[in-house]
C-alpha cells in the first residue's frame, strides 16, 4: 500500500497524471484518488497491489507530470495478530480489500504507534491482555459498521509509525465521530499515538484534478 499525497506543481500534465492513474489500474493495482483539503496536500493517491515496482513506476509517473509529494507512507495488508477465528470473509477483506467503497466519498488517513512509555508500555503487556483490550477496541469501530469503512495497514519496519489508517464515510462527520469515540476507549486512550491527518474527498482522477485546478 501506498499513499501519496502531492501539491499541485508549476508544470503539471494533468493528462500524463490520468495516463499514469489509468496505466496502473490496467496493471492490475487499485488506485484510489483523493482532492485533499487544507494546506499540507492538494490531491492525493491511494495505491494498492502486489508489486512493489509497478507501485514505484506510478510515483515517479506522478512527479513526472507535476504532483509533487509533500507526504507519504508505505504499508502492508495485513492479519491482526488478534484476528484467529474471525471468518474467512473478514480475513478476505482485510488483506485484499476491494477500493474505493461504494456510496464514502469522504477519506482521511493517519498512521499511529502504540505506546511505550512507563506505566503504558503496550508491549509489555502480555498476549492475553493485549487481545483482550483490542476485541473491545474492535467493539466500538464494529458500532460504526456501514457509515465507516476502516482499513488499517501495517508499517512496522516500512515507515515512521507502525500502522497506517485509512476511513472511508459517507460523510465527514462520521469519520470525526469514529474517531473521537475510539478514543475513549482504553486501547486508545492509554496506548495509542497518532501522526498528522490527511483529509478530503474521493472521487475519479479527472474530476479530481479538475477540481483541484479551477477551485
Not at 148 to 164: A, P, R
Request: charge should be negative.
Amino acid at each position: 500500500m501506498l499513499h501519496l499525497f502531492c501539491k499541485v506543481g508549476p508544470a503539471l500534465d494533468a493528462e500524463a497524471a490520468v495516463r499514469a492513474v489509468k496505466a496502473a489500474r490496467a496493471a492490475g493495482d487499485q488506485v484510489v484518488s483523493v482532492a485533499l483539503l487544507g494546506h499540507k496536500a492538494d490531491v492525493g493517491v491511494m495505491a494498492l497491489g502486489p508489486d512493489l515496482w509497478r507501485l514505484r513506476a506510478l510515483q515517479t509517473s506522478l512527479r513526472l507530470a507535476g504532483l509533487e509529494a509533500t507526504g507519504s507512507y508505505v504499508s502492508l495488508t495485513e492479519l491482526s495478530e488478534y484476528a484467529e477465528g474471525i471468518p474467512d470473509e473478514m480475513k478476505q477483506a482485510r488483506l485484499y480489500p476491494s477500493l474505493p467503497p461504494e456510496g464514502k466519498p469522504a477519506f482521511c488517513f493517519y498512521p499511529m504507534s502504540k505506546r511505550r512509555v512507563a506505566g503504558d508500555n503496550w508491549y509489555a503487556l502480555g498476549f492475553d491482555e493485549r487481545k483482550a483490550l483490542m476485541l473491545g477496541h474492535g467493539a466500538v469501530g464494529r458500532t460504526f459498521r456501514g457509515r465507516v469503512l476502516q482499513l488499517i495497514t501495517g508499517s512496522t519496519g516500512l515507515d515512521d509509525w507502525e500502522w497506517g489508517v485509512t476511513l472511508f464515510g459517507v460523510h465527514p462527520d462520521d469519520l470525526k465521530e469514529c474517531v473521537y469515540q475510539m478514543r475513549f476507549d482504553e486501547a486508545s486512550a492509554r496506548f495509542a499515538d497518532f501522526g498528522p491527518f490527511w483529509t478530503g474527498i474521493v472521487g475519479e482522477i479527472e474530476d479530481v484534478l479538475d477540481r483541484v485546478l479551477s477551485g
